[in-house]
């Protein structure tokens, strides 16, 4: 069974500071790999994707991919209260057909 | 405005009986996602469909139906042998050329009485 693992939280920051959210993959042959942020209520919106180990940068958002390890990452820099929120991993698995497998979630606050 | 509608928002279903969740989308995807999500929960995949007249069961298929008729439009239903319906359900496209990011319609509430 492929497995998408994050710390369920809460994690709080306060802000201005530097979130950092974790989740670790079992597949190794995923090839892709998103962030998802979820206001409760609401369906998820795409943060980030990436696709090739190292950093990517948008904007406040990091997301950071280590294939070796399997494990990617998310920052979130200067954090607003308005990021408080739910935040799903995804990776993208293509074997014959292409699906997603999501972990849990973070949830994370960002104290004023 | 092109995007993935989802309908309703909120429906309520009493014990024994057949419901099915609209989703809708002018983006010209080809492949349409179903999920379900549960308080506290990730997103579980029910059913998916690469193409019209296809679709593959997911995870969690048992008590669910879907049908692809027509690209834009993917439907579920929720039968009556589906023991524990409530949930947030979810649908999704992704184009199947020039990128694999999927997105997702507002959601549909699904409470059972």
């Known amino acids: 069974q492929k497995e998408v693992e994050q710390n369920s939280g809460p994690l709080s920051v306060p802000e201005g500071a530097i979130a950092s959210l974790n989740c670790t993959y079992s597949?190794?042959?995923?090839?892709?790999f998103f962030w998802y942020r979820q206001y409760s209520g609401k369906s998820p919106e795409l943060i980030m994707s990436?696709?090739?180990?190292g950093d990517k940068e948008d904007g406040r958002f990091t997301a950071q991919l280590n294939k070796a390890s399997q494990y990617v990452s998310l920052l979130i820099r200067d954090s607003q209260p308005s990021d408080s929120a739910t935040y799903l991993c995804?990776?993208?698995?293509?074997?014959?057909?292409?699906?997603?497998?999501f972990g849990t979630g973070t949830r994370l606050k960002v104290l004023a | 405005d092109g995007g993935i509608t989802q309908s309703p928002k909120y429906l309520f279903r009493k014990e024994g009986q057949n419901v099915t969740l609209s989703c809708e989308q002018n983006?010209?995807?080809?492949?349409m996602y179903w999920y379900r999500q549960d308080p506290g929960q990730g997103l579980r995949l029910i059913y998916y469909?690469?193409?019209?007249?296809?679709?593959q069961k997911g995870d969690i298929a048992e008590g669910y139906s879907v049908s692809r008729e027509k690209k834009e439009s993917f439907p579920l239903t929720v039968t009556s042998a589906q023991k524990n319906p409530t949930a947030f359900y979810l649908c999704?496209?992704?184009?199947?050329?020039?990128?694999?990011?999927?997105?997702f319609g507002p959601g549909t509430r699904l409470t059972v009485l």
């Open positions: 999704a496209s992704r184009p199947t050329r020039g990128t694999d990011t999927q997105y």
């Open positions: 597949d190794r042959g995923s090839q892709s």
């Open positions: 990436i696709y090739s180990n």
């Open positions: 995804a990776v993208g698995v293509a074997s014959g057909t292409y699906k997603y497998i």
């Open positions: 983006l010209n995807h080809d492949a």
């Open positions: 469909s690469q193409i019209v007249n296809d679709f």
